[in-house]
Structures are given as structure tokens and as C-alpha cells.
């Protein structure tokens, strides 16, 4: 049986570490990347095989967006810090 | 200039109209499959082009999830009038 993907333990705990460091930054920056390609893929083979697993496509949909939102966040906080070291 | 896809109008107006005919039903359930048909291509090409477009993705899901659950609900409303017209 193929493993359930893990959608719900946090993936970064980047809000939490307020004044992370440049390294940490892209640390996270590369694993939130990643999880984010593999929500990008489960999105995108749940849109091509609608109406199957409609019902995961609410959730699914929610927590590619926030991932990938927290991505920009990161990359932008990694490009403040690059700038004002 | 590529006309904005139309997200907005009412799709069906299958819930006010409370005792449809069976090809009435038939009527709804194929215009709407072709909606729904649009939507997923829609959701999947913003699921490969990720991060691009990020900020449609709210929308164009829960608008796609909504179109599908119509389209299951009126080809459920069908079968029923099918069996026991």
C-alpha cells in the first residue's frame, strides 16, 4: 500500500524563529521548496483527474496556496537580510 | 488582448428551478460538464505554472470544487428522475 502523504504536520516553523539567519533562511527556503513541488504535483494530478478526489481538493488547494505563500515570505525575508546583513 | 475568463456569472440556475425535466436536467448537467471541463484547465495549468498566478488559486479552486459538486448533485437529481420519473 502507498504510504498517505502527510499534509498536516507544519512544515516550517519560520514563524517562530524570529531573527533566523541567512543560513537558516535558505535552509528552509530549500525545504519548504521541496514540499512545495510535491503540493504542486498532487494539486495538479488532482485537477487532471476531476471529478475524482474532488473532495480533497478544498484541502489540498488551501495548503499548496499557503505554502507557497510562505515561500514568497521567506525569499523575501532572505532578500532583506542578504541586503542589510 | 486575451478576453478575461468569466468567473463570475451564475452558472446554472438549476436551484431555483426546484422540479426540472429530465431533459431539462440533461440540458444543465451538459452545459455545466463543459464549464466544469474549462475550470479543471484552468486549475491545472495553475497548478503547473506555480508560483505564477499563486493569487487566482483561492478562487479558481473553490470556484472549480463548487462546479463539480453542482455537476454531481444535478447528475444525482437525474438518476433519481430517471428511476422513478
Do not use: V, W
Not at 66 to 78: F, P
Request: hydrophobic content about 30%.
Amino acid at each position: 500500500m502507498e504510504p498517505k502523504p502527510d499534509y498536516f504536520t507544519p512544515i516550517a516553523m519560520t514563524t517562530i524563529n524570529t531573527h533566523p539567519t541567512i543560513d537558516e533562511l535558505k535552509d528552509q527556503i530549500k525545504k519548504l521548496n521541496s514540499k512545495a513541488g510535491q503540493m504542486k504535483m498532487d494539486l495538479h494530478d488532482i485537477a487532471e483527474g476531476l471529478p475524482t478526489d474532488l473532495d480533497k481538493l478544498p484541502e489540498i488547494s488551501a495548503r499548496t496556496y499557503n505554502i507557497y505563500c510562505e515561500l514568497r515570505d521567506l525569499k523575501q525575508q532572505l532578500k532583506i537580510l542578504e541586503t542589510n546583513p
